[in-house]
């Protein structure tokens, strides 16, 4: 996930879903008008919860990462994160000790940006600084990470977003270069983690912008899994 904060808070941001295609979703819309009234999310139906929640009126967005655990939390114990990003837009953000396997929830709304961690130990909050950052499953802007290692010196080459008003599309493209990788590189943004180990797959990019005009988020599915539409 890409994320530019300006100076006098606005943020906009670009995040790639990486799940088992196997696993249904749903685009974004309002899917849970009881719980969370006017609130809309990218719906996991399994679990029911979202990776990415917005809510317009009180100007959060909230998107959820895998991190992993530093302890072992069996899995009958183990709750879904799936109402982290939900319960983050409604200005409820998680605290205390947590049934939960890790977590980066990247958090966005008109006080400050930022991201709160968990790996099965510690709960740990960070502010995201003005500027250009990346976060994956591991700290923002971790070199360690491949992919971060690689592109982010690119999207901070373009600039800050609020001086383009072409920002959305200009980070698109370089998305779409970053996809001329092959999807099990470890510095590939569009992904296939089944050679890692894992069964997910890239299925889906938004592009969303929140600032004192509202928050705004596009979301765009992939093809297929892993592919970019060249």
């Known amino acids: 996930m890409v994320i530019d904060v300006a100076d006098a808070g606005p943020a906009r ?14 685009a974004l819309g309002e899917w849970w008008p009881e719980a969370y009234p006017g609130v809309s999310g990218i719906r996991d139906r399994r679990a029911g919860g979202a990776w990415m929640a917005m809510n317009p009126a009180s100007g959060r967005l909230a998107v959820l990462l895998n991190r992993a655990d530093v302890t072992d939390l ?11 990003a939900l319960e983050s837009v409604m ?6 000790v947590l049934p939960m396997h890790g977590f980066n929830l ?28 990346m976060i994956a499953h591991d700290d923002l802007d971790d070199e360690v990470t491949p992919r971060i290692r ?5 999207f901070r080459a373009l600039g800050p977003t609020a001086a383009s008003a072409d920002w959305a599309e200009e980070w698109t493209a370089l998305l779409a270069e970053s996809a001329a990788l092959a999807p099990e590189d470890d510095r ?17 990019y ?20 892993a592919h970019w539409d060249h």
């Open 91 to 96: 200005g409820r953000s998680p605290s205390g």
């Open 13 to 26: 941001l670009l995040a790639v879903r990486d799940e088992d295609p196997q696993r249904d979703w749903d």
């Open 74 to 84: 069996p899995e009958e114990r183990a709750q879904s994160r799936g109402s982290l």
């Open 106 to 133: 990247l958090e966005v709304g008109p006080e400050e940006t930022r991201v709160i961690s968990w790996d099965g130990a510690e709960l740990r909050t960070s502010a995201v600084p003005p500027g250009t950052h």
């Open 150 to 154: 690689t592109w982010l010196p690119r």
């Open 188 to 204: 590939a943004i569009i992904r296939d983690n089944r050679p890692h180990g894992y069964p997910t797959q890239s299925l889906l």
């Open 206 to 225: 938004a592009v969303a912008s929140v600032s004192p005009d509202g928050v705004v988020v596009r979301d765009h599915a992939l093809p297929s899994p």
